[in-house]
């Protein structure tokens, strides 16, 4: 009979092969006559590897997982930026912008109805749930949640929430963008507002095009300043207890990395260019990381209620933001 310990191993022997599996074929694509095979490689790939881990065989570095998706993350959307002309990434912020601030109100009212109203949630988790669909995921529920002085249990079960509707959302959007005939600008966008999480905005815009992805992670990255106002409000709505409000700093690395793409590197374009595609490889090994951390416990935690309200608030703020993409 094999031990806990000797699975518990055995598992580890597989992550490291899967993973090293990834980096090798992704370093494929620096060598002409190898690099068609990277092309395989994908973000919704990365992530599907990573659950299929996740769900047969269990979690093998948890902390891991979540420390290293994090930064690998942050590095890799600052590391776009040096992609990205700023003349050009303004124009696609503030085309999104107008819809940005309505869709932002308009998700966390909706979210509260359904939650408290329909569904009979805890006050917490609803708003918790809302908060992550309005803005940008874990972020904005792990800024928010100490200012509401939410318990450990109700952050989990909207981070869990959230979490699935993200994976799910990196298979399925990109699918129903080419299904719809979405040019690169209007999926771009529609991703940025309806997805949740940073790294599968980015995962799905990256899956789509090269200039779906610069318009997603624009619009996402201006959407998650939010984060900050949505705070403020959050302590005076609900009397919070003033704790410190955690800014999303790399969004303001993002915006400088765009900045010296642009006046500084202009002569040598190819450079900013290589930073870029370090940057979405380095991207698809944050999707695995992600895909990784998922586990069975997450998915009881997640119960059907809270469910039910990220998926109702999800297609409302995915069908609303289509509508006005297409009409207008």
Known sequence: MISVSALQQNNKVIYVGILSTLIVFLLMDYIPALAPFSHWVTPPVALFLGLIFALVCGQAHPKFNKKTSKYL?????????????LQASLASGKEGMEF??????????????????????DRDTSYLISSGTAICGGSAIAAVGPVLKAKDSEMSVALATIFVLNAIALFIFPVLGHWLGLDQQQFGTWAAIAIHDTSSVVGAGAAYGEE???????????????????????????????????????IFYFIGAIILNTYVLDGIPQLGQSISDLARKGLIITMFFIGASLSMDVLKQVGMKPLIQGVILWVVISLSTLAYILLF
Do not use: C, D, E, H
């Open 100 to 121: 940005t601030i309505l869709s932002v109100i308009g998700t966390m009212l909706i979210g509260m109805f359904i939650g408290r109203k329909i569904l009979k949630i």
């Open 73 to 85: 993350l942050q590095y890799s959307v600052v590391g776009l930026g040096f992609g990205m002309n």
């Open 212 to 250: 779906a992805l610069k318009v997603a992670t624009t619009i996402k990255l201006t959407r998650a300043l939010w984060i900050i106002p949505l705070a403020l409000a959050t302590s005076f709505i609900f009397k919070g207890s003033g704790k410190k409000i955690s800014v999303p700093w790399f």
